[in-house]
């Protein structure tokens, strides 16, 4: 008979707010301390993109950025500022559909989500109206992943994995949820083609978006709005701990249907 398995998703409380330049590790291991929080090998942090760009500098001040002619004549139609579309513009490779209050783009990164990922919520510069500053994602997540791992198995003394994580829309249905853009020691897709089912069948096309399933269940406990908790600690990951890029869970754009 198969054992009870169990996945824990714990908020991490106590963090600050979050400046450029901190150390985010050391942040992060202060705030388990407090809560009395240990760490154990097999452990991953799931980490919302918003704190890693704030520490990483990603803040601009749309007062800052000089719209281009290209980004002039969009912001017209889509009824966006042309400073930001204007970022929007030099965040990405390609603009993919619009409609008036909605760009959709494919990132750098090479995934496709509305306005290149670039946020006002929760965000607030140094000087200026609130309203101007806004949030880019990290310029590659993979690598600040990987940073974030270095830094936290360094002060834990554990082998862990990092999973950093931005609210995305999804083709064909409604609402937003926590999808993968970087990570370091987890498993982007668990390919289970060639793996007999319960009546021996063996299976044919099922890739499994791990790292996608673990980042919507931890964006469900960290929150929307002023939670405040922007830092999982997920404990029970069904699956061994390996290296892998956040890129591989994009579909290729000769097979994506959509595009």
Request: hydrophobic share 40%; with cysteine; charged share 25%.
């Amino acid at each position: 008979m198969p054992r009870s398995k169990s996945l824990t998703l714990s908020t991490v409380p106590n963090l600050p707010e979050i400046q450029p330049g901190d150390d985010l590790p050391a942040l992060i291991m202060n705030a388990l301390d407090q809560d009395e929080m240990s760490v154990e090998d097999g452990d991953i942090f799931v980490i919302a993109q918003k704190i890693v760009s704030k520490s990483e500098g990603r803040l601009v001040n749309l007062s800052t950025v000089i719209p281009s002619p290209k980004a002039l004549k969009l912001a017209e139609q889509i009824e966006k500022r042309p400073e930001l579309v204007e970022l929007i513009l030099e965040e990405s490779n390609e603009v993919l559909r619009t409609r008036p209050g909605t760009i959709i783009v494919e990132h750098k990164s090479g995934f496709v989500c509305a306005n290149a990922g670039i946020d006002h919520s929760n965000v607030r510069g140094p000087w200026g109206e609130p309203e101007d500053w806004v949030l880019l994602l990290p310029e590659d997540a993979d690598y600040s992943a990987r940073v974030l791992r270095g830094g936290l198995e360094r002060l834990s003394g554990k082998r862990i994995g990092v999973l950093i994580i931005d609210s995305h829309g999804r083709a064909w249905r409604n609402g937003i949820v926590g999808t993968s853009i970087g990570l370091a020691g987890i498993p982007a897709l668990v390919d289970m083609r060639g793996k007999p089912d319960r009546f021996n069948y063996s299976l044919r096309v099922t890739l499994i978006a791990a790292a996608d399933e673990l980042a919507a269940g931890a964006s469900l406990m960290m929150g929307q709005a002023a939670e405040g908790t922007p830092v999982i600690l997920a404990r029970g990951f069904p699956y061994e701990l390996a290296e892998d890029r956040a890129f591989r869970l994009v579909r290729e754009k000769q097979l994506d249907l959509f595009r």
